[in-house]
């Protein structure tokens, strides 16, 4: 490396190493001469400052998302189950709390999300339904394994209208079937990885960068996750006989429930829900406008 010595390892464990700083062994291999070239020239280095935010965005974006797709297809079933396992008793244990919603209305939407597999020939023992109460707001939430979760204010808040409950709960689904748990995790898995062997061992700033990294990953992955979840709903709720028009109500209302508190605080969970998905006037179009054709 320039401004380094080189050094000679004897077979006694000394060193020899030369005053010289610039001296360089005349029987050095060609590699380290070119090296050590392109270490001394600026015009290389100004490259590689252009070349290397190119090469991360490729890697990232690219080349990361298609391999982690193929690369899930080839996972045991025991991997989506594990994790989906261990990521529920997580949220139980600091998360979320057991659900405040009376057992006959539980019984009466297991029983409407049982009717729904069915009808979609959609294999039972594939899937449970999950209910949690918690800090996260009217939400769902889809687990590798299967396990579909629903928090206490979004059964409360589409409580009056169960076809855009199963529209919800359809959407969670498509996660599953798409596998979009399993590439998320592979996804983030690899762009740390990246980051930690571009950055080397840095603590602090390192971590800080690789942290980001990650998460801005996993926000752009998200949204087409997203896209790719509702157009799953779609077309089961036109196969169910129901409109489409469902989910984009179940939207809308989640919409005007996060407006609402987003007024009241400005770091609600509406703007930590819209950064990591599509903008929700977006999606409520898309259902509004689709169609079997497309």
Do not use: C
Not at 133 to 162: C, F, Y
Not at 192 to 210: C, K, R, T
Not at 252 to 273: E, H, V
């Amino acid at each position: 490396m320039p401004g380094l010595p080189v050094e000679l390892h004897l077979p006694n464990g000394a060193r020899f190493i030369p005053d010289d700083a610039s001296y360089r062994w005349s029987g050095l291999k060609s590699e380290a001469h070119i090296l050590n070239w392109l270490e001394t020239r600026w015009i290389v280095a100004l490259v590689a400052v252009i070349a290397l935010p190119l090469f991360i965005w490729l890697v990232t974006f690219r080349l990361i998302p298609a391999a982690a797709g193929i690369g899930v297809a080839f996972l045991p079933p025991s991997v989506a189950e594990e994790s989906g396992q261990q990521t529920l008793a997580i949220l139980d244990r600091i998360y979320m709390k057991p659900s405040q919603i009376p057992e006959a209305q539980q019984a009466a939407i297991r029983e409407q999300w049982h009717n729904t597999l069915e009808a979609l020939s959609i294999p039972k023992a594939n899937y449970q339904l999950h209910f949690r109460s918690g800090p996260m707001g009217p939400n769902a939430m889809a687990l590798p394994n299967g396990d579909v979760i629903l928090t206490d204010d979004i059964v409360e808040l589409m409580g009056n209208s169960p076809r855009q409950l199963t529209a919800v709960m359809l959407h969670e689904i498509g996660h599953v079937e798409h596998q979009h748990g399993l590439k998320m995790m592979a996804q983030t898995a690899a762009t740390s990885m990246l980051f930690a062997l571009i950055l080397g061992d840095i603590e602090g700033a390192g971590e800080m960068v690789i942290g980001a990294g990650a998460s801005l990953t996993h926000n752009a992955f998200s949204r087409d996750m997203e896209r790719e979840a509702d157009l799953f709903a779609y077309k089961k709720l036109h196969q169910l006989g129901h409109s489409p028009k469902d989910f984009a109500e179940a939207m809308n209302r989640l919409m005007q429930s996060q407006t609402a508190s987003a007024s009241a605080d400005d770091n609600s969970a509406l703007n930590k829900y819209l950064s990591s998905h599509p903008a929700i006037k977006e999606r409520i179009e898309a259902a509004r406008n689709w169609s079997p054709a497309h």
